[in-house]
């Protein structure tokens, strides 16, 4: 067999990790499946730090973006001085611009060394020993890599619905998982994002299920290992976004025309209601002021007086003819 040359690249994390899986089911008994599982914990919990200084360099880019959109609309003909001055603005800030995407970066490497693993070395691990995988891939005809350990020990791969974590899923199983997938990698992305416009929503819905051609080849335990990943995740966010005092979930952010109108809309006075006088106010505290002194209770504490009927309007008296005696 060919040696993949990126694979001999990566041969020493995937010892790595083969050497974590080995003894996650041979000295924790856990199963196979379970002991992916527990690996994709390890993992997240060695990037942790990085996925907190990924969050904040994301709050510190959410808060810079009117200022970037003023230096794009400045500067939309020149785009070194853009640069420049976009540099300028983040050393002052103290913002990363590449701070949200270390983790991302450093579970690439993780990822394509369990696809390797899952391929070849965890497979001895879990059927081998590797002359007889390789003996009934010569029966099949084809190469090690192609063929499952339920081919070679049926059962020995199986984690609950799964037949087999060392080959690819078909029928329901495969169902079943991109469901989990597409569930799972639709709210991580959402919490993710601290703030998003309309094309970013569509991109964060569509990505998904862009990747699915490309999954549907992959052995199931990469598949379990990205579901984990991806419930993490959720979880993860979920944790710092309620200690950072911000809502969980997506938010658009408004144009700031729309956000000028919401102001000017607020400072209108409402319809129907007349503009409270300066003059009653001063008339309240003057008022408040002479029940202090008179020693009597404040206006607001005593009730109000009903006014007293006007009198009846008195009558004339007739003017007596004639002249007194």
């Not at 020493?12 to 089911?25: E, G, K, M």
């Not at 994301?58 to 973006?65: D, S």
């Not at 020990?153 to 609950?160: C, H, I, L, R, T």
């Not at 079943?176 to 993710?192: E, R």
Request: aromatic share 6%; with cysteine.
């Amino acid at each position: 067999m060919t040696p993949v040359p990126i694979a001999n690249v990566l041969q020493p994390l995937i010892d790595v990790f083969d050497a974590i899986l080995v003894f996650f089911h041979d000295h924790a008994g856990l199963s196979w499946g379970t002991s992916i599982i527990a690996l994709t914990v390890v993992v997240r919990l060695a990037i942790l730090p990085l996925a907190i200084r990924q969050f904040h360099s994301m709050q510190g880019l959410q808060k810079l973006a009117p200022e970037m959109k003023k230096l794009q609309e400045k500067y939309k003909d020149d785009k070194q001085r853009l640069n420049q001055e976009m540099m300028k603005l983040y050393q002052e800030h103290k913002v990363n611009p590449f701070g949200s995407c270390l983790p991302l970066i450093l579970q690439m490497p993780v990822f394509i060394s369990l696809f390797y693993m899952l391929r070849k070395d965890l497979k001895v691990d879990i059927c081998g020993p590797q002359a007889r995988i390789e003996a009934v891939a010569q029966q099949m005809n084809t190469t090690i890599t192609q063929v499952g350990c339920n081919e070679v020990v049926p059962g020995s791969a199986k984690w609950f619905f799964i037949p087999d974590l060392t080959a690819k899923a078909t029928g329901a199983v495969l169902v079943t998982l991109l469901v989990l997938y597409i569930g799972s990698q639709l709210l991580s992305s959402v919490l993710m994002s601290v703030t998003a416009d309309r094309n970013q929503r569509l991109l964060i819905i569509a990505l998904p299920f862009l990747f699915v051609p490309f999954i549907i080849g992959f052995p199931a335990g990469l598949l379990l290992y990205w579901i984990t990943t991806n419930v993490w995740t959720v979880g993860q966010q979920t944790v710092i976004r309620k200690r950072a005092g911000m809502p969980v979930g997506i938010r658009s952010q408004p144009s700031p025309t729309v956000m000028s109108t919401v102001a000017q809309e607020k400072q209108k006075p409402a319809r129907g209601r007349a503009a409270p006088k300066a003059e009653d106010g001063d008339g309240d505290r003057a008022r408040a002021g002479k029940d202090k002194d008179a020693g009597a209770e404040p206006a607001a504490a005593r009730p109000r007086r009903q006014a007293a009927p006007p009198p009846p309007p008195r009558r004339k008296k007739k003017q007596r003819s004639g002249r007194r005696r």
